[in-house]
């Protein structure tokens, strides 16, 4: 395709994973017309604007949480689960028969609980957090991705931890991070920039893996600073913040943008 072409097609963002982070990639059709290279726990943010152009915002820091280690070590050592009955199910909520949980005991951990029947595949929430008695999920998941059907009121279940934090929120707040941080600062939840799901790719043998989203702007946010990942779909069901970047170099956008967020996550060094 002649290059003078090329300007007039819309960009679009491919990640490669390599052993010690990734390759961002700005493509246009098949031609890639610039890169940036992330080191391992190296966080990415570029801009694409509705008329092709494209700016590089910021590569960042990526801290692990004190709350995202704790999770980290409960997955990766099998903590203690709990299983039994419900005695009540909702679109956010489970009721375990006898209650015996502490509050926030099984924050950001997955609760698992087929439909209906011995044949139907279970489904499974995100735990945003927990009272003595009753689990707050985000939603109900199938293995898709997708939105699944409310379990039945009466069903078995099982709570198991997880370290599956895979939902990117961004914030205007310029605040410096802190391990010991367990929200997200000012948050955005409107304009297109809400808390999404993002997409994970590793490559087999590789010390890294990443979560990427790109979002369709529907709003003016001119000072994109910083974001994070969190074990929840939702400000409501939170659940944990297991990383945070540093501030960055704001990411200006409007209605019609798309902000391209790239997380490395080193699983060794």
């Known amino acids: 395709m002649n290059p003078l072409r090329l300007i007039n097609v819309k960009p679009r963002i491919e990640v490669v994973n390599l052993d010690d982070g990734a390759i961002v990639r700005t493509m246009r059709g098949h031609h890639v017309s610039d890169a940036v290279r992330l080191g391992p726990n190296q966080v990415h943010f570029r801009v694409i604007h ?9 590569i960042l820091r990526n801290l692990l949480t004190t709350a995202g280690r704790d999770l980290l070590a409960a997955a990766m050592g099998h903590a203690t689960l709990k299983e039994g009955a419900a005695t009540a199910t909702g679109a956010a909520s489970l009721t375990p028969a006898g209650g015996g949980m502490t509050a926030s005991q099984f924050k950001g951990w997955k609760v698992y609980c ?3 029947g011995l044949t139907t595949p279970p489904v499974y929430g995100n735990i945003g957090d927990n009272s003595t008695t009753v689990l707050t999920v985000d939603q109900w998941w199938n293995a898709a991705d997708g939105t699944a059907t409310t379990p039945a009121s009466t069903n078995g279940y099982q709570i198991v931890p997880h370290f599956d934090a895979r939902f990117v929120a961004l914030t205007e707040n310029a605040g410096a991070p802190g391990a010991g941080d367990t929200t997200l600062s000012g948050e955005i939840t409107t304009g297109g920039c809400n808390r999404a799901l993002g997409a994970y790719a590793h490559t087999p043998g590789a010390s890294t893996y990443t979560i990427s ?3 369709s702007v529907g709003a003016s946010f001119p000072a994109i600073q910083k974001g994070a990942l969190f074990t929840a779909a939702n400000t409501t069901a939170a659940g944990i913040m297991c990383f945070e970047t540093e501030p960055a170099a704001d990411a200006n956008v409007i209605g019609g943008d798309t902000l391209a967020v790239t997380w490395t996550v080193t699983l060794s060094g």
Do not use: I
Request: charged share 35%.
């Open 114 to 116: 087929p439909v209906t």
């Open 213 to 215: 989203k790109s979002f």
């Open 50 to 58: 509705e008329d092709g152009s494209v700016d590089d915002a910021a």
